[in-house]
């Protein structure tokens, strides 16, 4: 679904990803993990297209992406849940949730954004009661559905996720996870940026490891799970005992 071929990414000349090599076939959920700096964001950030490489190749489902502009890329079904949520707080949890829905420009039709607004619902609950609620006055779980719910409306084929589950209690965490596998089994297929390596090893079917730029592991979530050196060699602060 996803194919990353050599990608190369730099800010002027800190050299962020160095020759990324990265597939996802559809149905998925594939881990990238790595320690402060790695290029985790980077990555996410040039898949959804705020970044532009400087060499190397995305396609997304067959069709080369890498000269779309981000909107594009989410109208093909690409979604995302951006680093640190960024939520509007002036805005009501309904309002940003129709936010997610503006790149879909036809799921502005009304009767469309109630059914993409009820299939979010749907998959929290708690967000229908807190629909006139302002973003702002959330807990952090909450705020945390909103931005999962918002990259929800633009219904993504493959959704990206950069550190969803960072501030968020141990349980909370959890919970997210549970989420995220149950939209797998909605067909969504998922690319995951985490901290919590174990436990997103655990969930994933595949993971990477990064490290300054480039993949310095990757294979089946649960044998990676396994490698003590390589937990400690580059997950040694990330390694949560969940
Ligand atoms: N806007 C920027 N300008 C210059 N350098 C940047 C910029 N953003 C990131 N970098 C550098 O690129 C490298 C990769 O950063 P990135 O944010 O992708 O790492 P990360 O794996 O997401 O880290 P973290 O786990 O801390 O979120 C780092 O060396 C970082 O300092
Ligand atoms: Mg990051």
Known sequence: MLK??????AYGNVRAL???DLEVNAGEIVAILGPNG??????????????SSQRGAIEFEGRAIDALPTAQRIRLGIGTIPEGRQLFPDMSVRENLILGAYAQLGLLVPASLDESLDRVFSVFPRLRERARQLAGSLSGGEAQMVAVGRALMSRPKLLLGDEPSLGLAPILVRELLVTISRLRDAGITVLLADQNALSALRMADRAYVMNTGRIVASGPGAVLAGDQRLLQAYLGSGVDKA
Not at 38 to 51: D, F, N, P, Q
């Open 4 to 9: 990353i071929s050599d990608l190369h990414v």
């Open 18 to 20: 160095r020759g990324i």
């Open 38 to 51: 790695a290029g985790k964001s980077t990555l996410i950030k040039t898949i959804i297209g705020v970044l």
